[in-house]
C-alpha cells in the first residue's frame, strides 16, 4: 500500500499554543530512515518548552514544530545509504537517538557526540509527536526481539542515567544517594544496585514517588521537605552515618536541578567519594563549591550530560529486566490528548511520573 501524503502531528508554535494539524510526511535523504511513531514519552524539557520556560532549539528559539524525543517505532521507509551502511529495511523495529551530531565528527568518534550538538529531535527540528518522522541511521538504534516497544520508548531517559551511574563508578557495597525521585531517579535506583550498590537511599519531597522507588529497590528513602510526612529525615548525613557504620555515602547523583540537592549531595558525601550533577540547572544558577574541604576528602565532582555512548547498555538492561520501566510509565494517552498530558505532568496530577503518548501501534 502506498504511503500517504500527510501524517497528523501536534505542532508547538508558542507558549501554550499547539495544534493537532495535517502535515506533510517528512521526505527522507540517503542517509535517513522514516519513523512511524509506536510511542513518545513526555520529557521535563517538553512541559518547559510548552509552557514558554525553556526556548526551543530552533534558529529563533521558537516553533512552529513537532515537540517528542524520546521515540519508539518502526521503520517506515529508509534512504539508500541507510539501508546499505545501517542494514535497515521497512519494518524494523528501532528508537531514535535524538542527539543527531555528525557521525565523522572528532567528538563522535571519540563517543563524545553529547558535547558537539548538532540536529537534536523534537528540539531543532521535528520529532516523534506526529505518525511519522525521519532520523540519522547512526543514531537509529534496533530494538532487540522481545522487547516492548512502549518501554523501548523510554531508551533515551534510561540511557542518559546510563550514562550518569557509570560516571559515578559504583563499587560493591557502595552506599550510593539518588537524588530526584522522577522517572531518571528511579531508572538510577535500579541501575546503582545493579551495579552492585550495598545501599541505595532515594531523596525527594514526594512521598508517593519515593515509596515507588523503595518498590523498585531503593533500600532507604527519605523526605527532606515536609515534616509531616513518615519518611521525613532533618538531618540527612545522620541517618546515613547511623546506617553506614559511621561514615558518609561513597557516591551521589542529583537527578535533579535543585541548587538545594547539589548542597545536600556535597555535604552528605565523605572521604573519596563521587558526586555526579545531572539534572539541568537554569541559565543563571551558580554552585560555591568548598575547595579545600573537597580537597582534604579526595572528593571527585562530575557531571553528566546525555548519552553519548550508552544506548545498547540500555537496551539491554530493558531486555534483560534490570530496569523495571512498566513501573515509571504511569500513564498513557493518545496523540489529540498531548496539552492535557502535559498539563497533567506540570502540576503533579494523579500521582504522574512518566506518561507516553501512543500515537500508533507497531
Known amino acids: 500500500m502506498a504511503l500517504a501524503s500527510t501524517m497528523k502531528a501536534q505542532v508547538f508554535y508558542e507558549p501554550e499554543t499547539m495544534k493537532l494539524e495535517s502535515r506533510p510526511v517528512p521526505q527522507i535523504g540517503p542517509e535517513e530512515v522514516l519513523v512511524r511513531v509506536h510511542a513518545t514519552g513526555i520529557c521535563?524539557?517538553?512541559?518547559?518548552?510548552?509552557?514558554?520556560?525553556?526556548?526551543?532549539?530552533?534558529?529563533?528559539g521558537k516553533?512552529?514544530?513537532?515537540?517528542?524525543?524520546?521515540?519508539?517505532?518502526?521503520?517506515?521507509?529508509?534512504?539508500?545509504?541507510?539501508?546499505?551502511?545501517?542494514?535497515?529495511?521497512?519494518?524494523?523495529?528501532?528508537?531514535?537517538?535524538?542527539?543527531?551530531?555528525?557521525?565523522?565528527?572528532?567528538?563522535?568518534?571519540?563517543g563524545l557526540s553529547n558535547v558537539d550538538l548538532g540536529n537534536v529531535v523534537g528540539v531543532s527540528v521535528d520529532g516523534g509527536l506526529a505518525e511519522l518522522c525521519k532520523s540519522h541511521w547512526f543514531w537509529t538504534v534496533k530494538v532487540p526481539p522481545g522487547v516492548d516497544m512502549d518501554q523501548a520508548a523510554s531508551t533515551e531517559p534510561l540511557a542518559c542515567a546510563v550514562y550518569a551511574v557509570k560516571k559515578a563508578d559504583v563499587q560493591k557495597g557502595s552506599f550510593v544517594?539518588?537524588?530526584?525521585?522522577?522517572?531518571?531517579?528511579?531508572?538510577?535506583?535500579?541501575?546503582?544496585?545493579?551495579?552492585?550498590?550495598?545501599?541505595?537511599?532515594?531523596?525527594?519531597?514526594?512521598d508517593a514517588r519515593l515509596e515507588r522507588g523503595k518498590e523498585l529497590g531503593a533500600d532507604m528513602i527519605a523526605n527532606t521537605k515536609d515534616p509531616a510526612s513518615k519518611h521525613y529525615a532533618r538531618d540527612l548525613a545522620a541517618l546515613i552515618r547511623d546506617t553506614n557504620g559511621g561514615e558518609l555515602a561513597d557516591r551521589a547523583i542529583t537527578s535533579t536541578s535543585s541548587l538545594t540537592?547539589?548542597?545536600?549531595?556535597?555535604?552528605?558525601?565523605?572521604?573519596?567519594?563521587?558526586?555526579?550533577?545531572?539534572?539541568?540547572?537554569?541559565?543563571?544558577?551558580?554552585?560555591?563549591?568548598?575547595?579545600?574541604?573537597?580537597?582534604?576528602?579526595?572528593?571527585?565532582?562530575?557531571f553528566s550530560w546525555l548519552a553519548p555512548t550508552t544506548w545498547p547498555e540500555a537496551l539491554d538492561a530493558i531486555a534483560k529486566g534490570r530496569v523495571k520501566i512498566s513501573r515509571i510509565q504511569s500513564h498513557r494517552m493518545p496523540l489529540e490528548s498531548l496539552a492535557e498530558a502535559i498539563r497533567m505532568l506540570r502540576d503533579r496530577e494523579d500521582n504522574t511520573i512518566k506518561t507516553l503518548i501512543q500515537v500508533g501501534r507497531s
Open 177 to 206: 544517594v539518588v537524588f530526584g525521585p522522577g522517572p531518571v531517579g528511579l531508572m538510577m535506583v535500579q541501575l546503582a544496585k545493579a551495579a552492585g550498590a550495598g545501599k541505595v537511599l532515594l531523596v525527594g519531597t514526594r
Open 44 to 60: 521535563g524539557s517538553d512541559v518547559a518548552y510548552y509552557y514558554g520556560k525553556s526556548s526551543l532549539g530552533t534558529p529563533t
Open 63 to 110: 516553533g512552529p514544530l513537532v515537540l517528542g524525543h524520546e521515540i519508539s517505532g518502526t521503520v517506515e521507509k529508509a534512504g539508500d545509504v541507510a539501508a546499505e551502511k545501517g542494514g535497515f529495511k521497512p519494518g524494523d523495529r528501532v528508537v531514535v537517538n535524538p542527539v543527531q551530531s555528525r557521525p565523522d565528527s572528532p567528538w563522535t568518534r571519540r
Open 261 to 302: 540537592a547539589i548542597d545536600l549531595a556535597m555535604n552528605v558525601t565523605g572521604r573519596a567519594s563521587i558526586v555526579v550533577l545531572f539534572g539541568l540547572p537554569g541559565d543563571k544558577d551558580e554552585y560555591k563549591i568548598p575547595a579545600l574541604k573537597c580537597m582534604l576528602e579526595d572528593k571527585t565532582v562530575k
